[in-house]
Every structure is written in structure tokens, then in C-alpha cells.
């Protein structure tokens, strides 16, 4: 192993350290860090203690969001850990590990070990976006389950006849992309330039893939329908919401303040493989990134977020990787130290967001005063944020708050029973952001708010009210060294 080879191996270990520190530091955190993430755990327990309330024709209890795939594999950890967040963490530092993994076995094909090693690390660097893959949503498991369908399936070259698919490798890589979509269903717009791109390659291999992946989701998707009593479809067209073309422009610049270098990057690897005369977009690995790509359209939709690009990053390191791999001269003496310095680079200077000891006591703060509601009140409660409460209180999630506005104004099946509920004080707490409308003139005029607590996710700040009845004697009493308050 000479000198440069050395410098690449040992900065490529140390920005997977980095990240990996920065991992186990945020699964010591026993509570939420998004404040969505309950939504995610609480499906898992749904699915544990009722199955059949996973997707309701209603949206009190608010239905799955996604596919079921993440609370089967949630489950267990539900079932077996009273406090699930810290497991489930631990859970998600292994489909993280998945993707430097896939991203190895990919650039590994086309390039030395040490590059394929430093492409692991560069996929993980960005700590200030990457961190997304250890919080308990779905983004995470989904690109780990759509990269190691593309270990099983990408062609090496985009020729004609330089690949074939058997029926076994046809059939597990159809496995692993139908997994991706069954934990998000926008997984379909990352996966199908995979599948249709071996129809480029060899026709009788993409229309096998192409009818394996085709017969196993529309199997799939009629016994989640039966299953569900057509519930599945149901909360699925919860997700139509206004379009905003402008949100494209705002959430594609974050992501591109914090990624600029590894394009950067990606461009110099093209030339040094042009200039190696190796007609770069011919590689299997441009699927990947035409699947990246693919989403972009949907960033419009409000409710999306520069996660939608996390994909395309994995897929640029890929392609990156694979480039440099097959270039020569100093192009490859020096490419997997350019990689791992350029890593390592990223990992020291971006901030991975971690929670406080003051963090952690105004959460707990919080979510005791949330256990001590539903003892002393003995009825459930509506949590407009964070959903967390919502597992903490032992119940289905009422309402998905990010979604309220939206399904109040259009009045979608279940809604109505929130204002009702609100005018027979039917909850024992209400906690949250604000209700709209005629909810937030019925909050006033049977609850009091007692409290509030400024929790902190990985974004910053959020105050969320406390309300109980207005007959209620319990008191909101804040320990000191929080940043909880009393009314």
C-alpha cells in the first residue's frame, strides 16, 4: 500500500467515524428529534395492537402516510421496548450503514477498493443533510432498500448486449425495489429508470424485470386493498395536495449549499473520464442518477422538502466513483486521496444537529406532564405536534398535524369528529401549534391554556402549548433548568 493509497484509506475512516460518532451520540436521545417521528413509531404500534386501524377510512385516527413496510420492521422494536426511540435509532444506524455499503458495492465494480471505501464516506459527509437517514422516517430505509436493488440490478453498460438479467437476480432485485416502494411510494419515480433502462441493454431482460416488479406491485397493491378494506388507496390520496412550482427553486438551493463541492467533484471525475475515452454516459450507473432526478418534479408539492434529494446524492457519488475508477494517469494514482480528503473535508466542517442536556429536560418536561394528563384526565388527547405525544399518551394519532389545515378545510371523512370532541371536552389535553378555524374557536371556549414548552428539533425551536379543560384541577408545574413555563 504506498503513501497515497495510506492518506486515502485512513480519511475516508475518519469521516465515517465522524459521522458515525455524531450516529451514536443522537441514539442516546430518548425522545423525538423530528416532530414527526412518534407518527412513524406509533403506526408500528398501531400495526402490534390493531392492524386494522393502520389505514381507516378516516382521518381520525389519522391513516398511515406511507406504505407498511416501515412498521413491520419497526414493530418488533415496538412490541419488545416501552421507550422504542433509542432501538429504533440503533435500527436506523443499520439501514444507514446499508447505503455506504451499496455505495461501496457499486463504485467498487468500476474502481479500486480504496475508492469505492472513500465514495462511502463521500455519500455520508454532508453531515448537515445526511443526518436526515438516522431519524425515524422513511427516507432512510427507502434509498438503502432502492441502492441495494441497484447492487443486484444495474447493468455495467448502457449497450446493447452488455448485460443480462436471470429470472434469480431479476427476481431479487425486484424484491429490493418493491421493498423501497412499499416504505415510500414516491420510491416508484426513483426506481423506474432502473427497470426501464434494461430495455436499452437486453429487451427480454427488462421485460423480465419489468414484469416482475409490474406483477409484484399491482399483487402487492390489491392485497393491501383487501386487506384494508380499500383503506390502502384511500389514505394514499390524502397526499394530493397545491402544487408550487417556486418550492423547487427554495428547497433544491438548500440542498445545493450543502452538496455543491461533491457535483463539483462529480464534474471533474467526468472529464477525467472523458479524457480516459471511456464514454462516461454509458454507464449502467446514469439509471441511478436519472432516478435521482426523478423526484424533482414533486419537490412542488407543499409538504416536500430538500429529503427528496437524498437520492441524487447517493447517486452522484456512485456515478462520481465509477468515473474516476475507470480514468488513468494521475486521474487514478490520486483519485480515492482526492475522494477521501474532500469526505473528510465535508464531515469536519458541517454540523450533524444533536440535542442539548437542556433539550433533553424540556422534552421530558414535557412529555411527563403529557403521561400525567391522560392519568389524571383519563380521556385521550389531540396533538397538533409534535405526534410523539400521541405514543406517549398510549393512543391512535387523531390528527397528523403537519396535514390539518388542509383536511379541515376540505372537510375529508373522520375530521368532524374533532370539533365535536373539542365541544364535549372530550380530550383530556390539547397540545400543539393552533387549530384552525372553527377548532381553534372551540379550543378557546372549552380548554385553558396552562403552559408551554419551546422544544428543539433538529431544524430549531418550536413553543407548543399546553390546554386542559377548563374544569380541570391539574397544574402545569415546570422543574427549573427548562424551557417550560406556567400559565
Request: aromatic share 12%.
Amino acid at each position: 500500500m504506498n503513501k497515497a493509497t495510506r492518506v486515502a484509506v485512513a480519511a475516508s475512516l475518519l469521516a465515517l467515524g465522524i459521522y458515525a460518532w455524531q450516529a451514536v451520540s443522537l441514539t442516546r436521545y430518548p425522545w423525538d428529534w423530528s416532530p414527526d417521528e412518534g407518527l412513524f413509531l406509533e403506526y408500528a404500534r398501531r400495526l402490534v395492537q390493531d392492524p386494522v386501524m393502520l389505514y381507516p377510512r378516516s382521518v381520525t385516527p389519522y391513516p398511515a402516510s406511507h406504505g407498511p413496510l416501515q412498521p413491520v420492521i419497526l414493530a418488533p422494536i415496538v412490541a419488545l421496548f416501552a421507550e422504542p426511540i433509542r432501538p429504533a435509532r440503533v435500527l436506523a444506524m443499520g439501514w444507514t450503514a446499508l447505503i455506504a455499503l451499496a455505495v461501496y458495492r457499486l463504485v467498487r465494480r468500476k474502481a479500486t477498493w480504496p475508492q469505492a471505501l472513500a465514495c462511502a464516506a463521500l455519500v455520508l459527509a454532508p453531515l448537515d443533510l445526511t443526518f436526515w437517514f438516522m431519524l425515524l422516517r422513511v427516507d432512510g430505509l427507502m434509498t438503502a432498500f432502492w441502492l441495494l436493488g441497484a447492487v443486484v440490478l444495474l447493468p455495467e453498460r448502457l449497450e446493447r448486449g452488455a448485460d443480462r438479467l436471470s429470472w434469480p437476480r431479476a427476481g431479487v432485485g425486484a424484491l429490493l425495489l418493491l421493498a423501497a416502494v412499499l416504505v415510500k411510494l414516491s420510491a416508484i419515480l426513483h426506481t423506474a429508470p432502473l427497470v426501464l433502462g434494461w430495455l436499452l441493454v437486453d429487451v427480454a431482460s427488462g421485460l423480465r424485470l419489468a414484469s416482475l416488479v409490474g406483477g409484484g406491485g399491482l399483487a402487492a397493491l390489491l392485497g393491501l386493498q383487501v386487506a384494508t378494506a380499500g383503506g390502502f388507496l384511500w389514505a394514499m390520496q390524502l397526499w394530493k395536495s397545491p402544487f408550487q412550482p417556486s418550492l423547487i427553486a427554495l428547497h433544491g438551493w438548500i440542498f445545493f449549499d450543502s452538496t455543491w463541492m461533491v457535483f463539483l467533484f462529480a464534474a471533474f471525475c467526468l472529464l477525467a473520464a472523458t479524457r480516459a475515452g471511456i464514454r462516461p454516459f454509458r454507464d449502467g450507473a446514469l439509471l441511478l442518477m436519472l432516478g435521482g432526478l426523478a423526484i424533482v418534479p414533486s419537490m412542488a408539492r407543499l409538504g416536500a422538502w430538500w429529503n427528496y434529494l437524498l437520492p441524487l446524492l447517493c447517486a452522484t457519488v456512485v456515478l462520481a466513483g465509477r468515473w474516476l475508477g475507470c480514468s488513468t494517469g494521475r486521474f487514478a494514482r490520486f483519485g480515492p486521496s482526492l475522494t477521501a480528503l474532500l469526505a473528510l473535508a465535508l464531515a469536519a466542517s458541517r454540523t450533524f444537529p444533536l440535542p442539548t442536556l437542556e433539550d433533553e429536560r424540556t422534552a421530558r418536561a414535557f412529555y411527563d406532564f403529557v403521561g400525567e394528563a391522560v392519568r389524571h384526565e383519563r380521556k385521550p388527547i389531540l396533538a397538533t405536534r409534535p405526534e410523539y405525544a400521541y405514543y406517549v399518551a398510549g393512543q391512535p394519532t387523531e390528527i397528523e398535524g403537519a396535514s390539518i389545515d388542509q383536511v379541515w378545510a376540505a372537510r375529508v371523512p373522520g375530521i368532524e369528529l374533532i370539533r365535536e370532541r373539542l365541544d364535549a371536552t372530550s380530550y383530556g389535553l390539547v397540545v400543539g401549534l393552533g387549530l384552525p378555524g372553527d377548532l381553534g374557536a372551540a379550543l378557546q371556549l372549552r380548554y385553558r391554556r396552562v403552559g408551554s414548552c419551546e422544544l428543539r428539533f433538529f431544524y430549531g425551536l418550536t413553543a407548543f402549548t399546553l390546554h386542559l379543560p377548563r374544569d380541570s384541577s391539574l397544574r402545569f408545574a415546570p422543574p427549573p433548568g427548562t424551557r417550560c413555563r406556567a400559565f
